[in-house]
Structure formats: structure tokens, C-alpha cells
């Protein structure tokens, strides 16, 4: 397996003298190519700013980040990503979202009639994947939540990432749909064949979808455990209710509460349960 | 068990669920909406009826309905309202299309550039707070007493002001917005153009309307120098002579104007950006 993403040593630390925050220290990490990796911790574990510094969005204070071996110049179509929401734009209907990579000047650049046709059966193509041809017309804020963020990853997709990164894309999103969502991103990625970098606060998310689950704990932000998630590479949702899937749940569920820095207090949960009842 | 539905015992229920339209944030039927918006317009007119034709009320302090209908007509027949109100439009919206075409461009950059936004904001805000007014002399010192200074008093009215909403509307645009573009491989001047100006135009169309009315209110400012026509001038010069019911047309004149112009943008508001009025 070839490395794609080569994290090294990378610090990141915002702001100066007493509000100096050190986001990340030390992260290395190899994603390798076609890899489905997810990101889970307690908040502030600084997951989101290393997907960002992966995405070009931010810059990292300290080490390197390579991929392909070389480094990262701000971000760029190689990498793209996808967000939490409010990023589709809702003055272009469906169909332009998905299109919009091929109105930038990279998408433009040494276009033959046949590329053009191309795009537009691409395009053609991810709409009918993300079960979106029906909306095709339609305004982003005509559809659903879950609707709107296949159209952000169809989008994504559309420029033909290497990466693709996903910065808690189902967070917003109600089980039933986000159950949906997870088997087509795994669809996509057998398909597609991007590496992928996802970050979530679903435990159960982060197992269910990835090869290997980074958990990273906070103050400073660090890569705490790795853990390769022992499951056939085909998923299906009946999965989640094996021993090895609850096991994996449990032990990184204990280690997220560890990591965290906060402590449930049994003695003052107790006296509050004593001061109810009188 | 299991339980069906539709097999529950009728009951006697309260008259009706729906909440009335005195309910919090209640509803209203458009004709509900209709009745109230003139029953608005009506009592004021009816009370303005009543006290202004009370035995006790001199003329020359208020004016009734009828004295200033009949003002407005001597004003269109003898007096040349037309031009007089022509003149007047035509100063604002100069004025005002100066102030949003420099604006427009000023506060893309304040909006997108922290560097451009520390230079021009703190120097915008203080202007602003200084009095349109007291610029007069200056205009008149600079640009003289032609009609480039009336507009010119109109600009520094509504300018200012009309940067800092505009570039407070470009960095109300959602980050995660641009960085999709960003991440999808758009260059600077593209993710300005495609999508920092896109997402921006209906809250800078909104701004547009808002600042309107401004412009609209330095009309009289902007007519004191050196005028012999227009609606303020009209007002001013009534004053001089105790015509109360003709600064009573000319007021309630540009307050219809600034009405019909403030439809005209909600209009082309709702034909611009037809995703934000649909229908749910």
C-alpha cells in the first residue's frame, strides 16, 4: 500500500502570549491510499483542525504535511471537502451545484468538446448515485438535510478528488437518514476509490465506516490510540451487533471519557439525587 | 398488542385546535392582513379628520384633508408638481446610485480583506457620525451651487453608511461557503466573483432599499443649497410663507415616493432570487 497523506510531527497553535492555544502537538500519522480513516475525541482534540490543515484551510505551526510526498500548498481540487452544512450555494438549483468545479478555471483549462460531454455525463452519473435525479431542478433549500448533503458530496466528488474529506457530514442529520448516508459513502468509496479522511462524534459512525479510527485526546490535541477496526471489508448495517463491533464501541467510548479530562462525579450526582427526593 | 388506528370512541372535542390570530406569532389570512394594514391608514386619516376640523384648531397649525387634497391639485395645475417632484427623484437616485456603485466594490474588499477592512472601517465609522449637514459649506465651497451639489449631499448621506452595512452583508457570507469553493480548486478572484458577490446580493439588495430611505430623508438637507425647485425646496420655502398644507403634500408626496421605490426593490427582490420567496 502506497502512502497518500503523510502527517509529520505537525503542531498547530493558535493565537499568541496568555491566548496561546496549542491545537495540535506532535500528530504523525500515515493514511495510505484508498484508506478509509475516521477521527473521533473529546472536544477539542483538535480532529477538525488537522482534516482543515490536510484541506489546505488552515496552516500548521510545526512539522509537515505531505501528499503524494509533497508538501501541501493551501488548499486545492486534489483535496476536497465536505461540510457540516450551510455550504451549498443556494442560488444555483441542484444540477449547478454539482456543476460548479467545472466553472472554475482549472475545470475550463484545455477542455476538448468530448471532456465537456464527459463532465456532463459525470455529473449525470453522481446525480443518479446519490438517488438525486428527481431534484435535479430543484433549490437546496427545497430538500431535506440529508438530501442536501448528498449534493455536497456528489459536488465534491464531481472534480474527481484523490481525498475526499468529511468534516462531521452527518452530524446534522436524524439516525434513520444517517444510517442511509453511511452505506452510500461506502458505495462511493468503493466505487470512486478516494481516500478518506472523515471526522465524526459518532463512535459508532467512526467503526462502522472506517478501516482504522484515530481517537485524539485534547490539551494539546494529539493522536491518543489508533485502532484497526476488526470487521470484512464488505459492511452491513446487521454489523453493528456483533461482539467484536460492541467491544470496539466500548473500549473507545471508555477511552474518549478518559481522555476527555472530565470526571463524573458519583458522590455529587448522588447528593443532587438525595436533595430531589426530600 | 397491537392498536389500529381509527378505532378510538369518538368524543365531544373543543370547538376547534387552531390557534386564533391573537395566539403568539399567530396566524393571519392575507384578507385578515388586508383589513388590518387599511383599518392602519384609515384611523390616523379619520383622527386627522376629526381634530383638524374642531372649531378650535387654526388652519395654519393643522391643516385638514381636504385643504391639503385641494393644495395638491392647485400645486399639479398652477405650481408645476411634476417637475418639482421629477427634480427631486432625480437628485436622490444620483446621489444614491454614486453611493452604491463606489460602495458596492469598497465593501467587497472591507468584507474579504482583513487588511482593507482595518484601513477603510475605523476612518467609515468616523465619518459617518459626522452631520451630513455640516457639510454643506464644504460642498458648497467645492463643488459649488449646481445641481452636482445637491447630489453631492445626498452621496455623503447615505455613503458611509451604505459601506459598512454592505461589508458587514459580505462577511455575514457562510465560511464554510467559500471554502467549499476553495477546496473545490477556486482561485481568489473566482471565489470572490462566484460566490463572496452571489451569496452576498440579496442582503446587499436589502441594504440598497434600507439606505433608499435615507437618501430620501437628506432630500430637504440637500435642497437648502441654492434649490428653486424640487419637493424639499417646495417644503422649505412653504415654511417662509405659512402654506402648512403644502408642506403637508410635499411630506406625505415623499413619503409615497419612498413607498412605491421600497415596493419596486421588494419586487425585484422576489424576481432576482426566486429561492428565498418559494412557496413551502
Known sequence: MTTKISIQQVGKVFGEGHRRVEALKDVSLDIADNEFVTFVGASGCGKSTLLRIIGGLEYHTAGEVLVDDRPIMGPGADRAMVFQHYSLYPWLKVMENIKFSRRLRHGRENLSEADVEAASGRADALLALMGLTPAAEAWPNQLSGGMQQRVAIARALMGRPQILLMDEPFG?????????????ILHVHRLEKPTLAFVTHDVEEAIYLADRVVLM????????????????????????HTPEFLHLKKEILARIRETSGMKTDQGMLDQLNMEGSV | MQTRPGTRP??????????????????????????????????????????????????????????????????????????????????????????????????????????????????????RYMPAVAFIPLVMLWVGIEESSKISIIFIGTFFQMVLMMAEDVRRVPLAQIEAAQTMGAQKGETINLVIFQAAKPALLDTLRVTMGWAWTYLVV??????????????????????????????????????????LFRLAHRKAFPWLHLRS
Open chain 2, 222 to 263: 440637500a435642497e437648502l443649497v441654492a434649490a428653486n425647485s424640487g419637493l424639499g425646496y417646495s417644503i422649505l420655502k412653504a415654511q417662509r410663507f405659512l402654506q402648512t398644507d403644502k408642506i403637508f403634500v410635499g411630506i406625505i408626496l415623499i413619503g409615497l415616493i419612498g413607498l412605491v421605490m421600497d415596493q
Open chain 2, 10 to 127: 369518538r368524543r365531544a372535542r373543543p370547538k376547534s385546535g387552531r390557534p386564533g390570530m391573537w395566539a403568539i406569532r399567530g396566524p393571519l389570512s392575507r384578507r385578515q392582513y388586508w383589513m388590518f394594514a387599511a383599518l392602519g391608514l384609515l384611523v390616523p386619516l379619520g383622527l386627522w379628520w376629526i381634530v383638524s376640523s374642531g372649531a378650535a384648531v387654526d388652519k395654519v397649525f393643522l391643516p385638514g384633508p381636504v385643504d391639503v387634497f385641494k393644495r395638491l391639485v392647485t400645486w399639479y395645475t398652477e405650481d408645476d408638481l411634476l417637475s418639482d417632484m421629477g427634480i427631486s427623484i432625480y437628485r436622490v437616485t444620483t446621489g444614491f446610485l454614486f453611493s452604491a456603485v463606489i460602495a458596492l466594490p469598497l465593501a467587497l474588499m472591507i468584507g474579504t480583506f482583513r487588511p482593507v477592512q482595518a484601513v477603510l472601517e475605523p476612518l467609515t465609522d468616523f465619518i
Open chain 1, 217 to 240: 485526546a485534547p490539551r494539546p490535541g494529539r493522536i491518543d490510540t489508533i485502532y484497526q477496526v476488526p470487521l470484512p471489508a464488505e459492511r452491513e448495517q446487521d454489523m453493528k
Open chain 1, 172 to 184: 446534522a442529520l436524524d439516525a434513520q437518514t444517517r444510517e442511509v448516508m453511511h452505506d452510500l
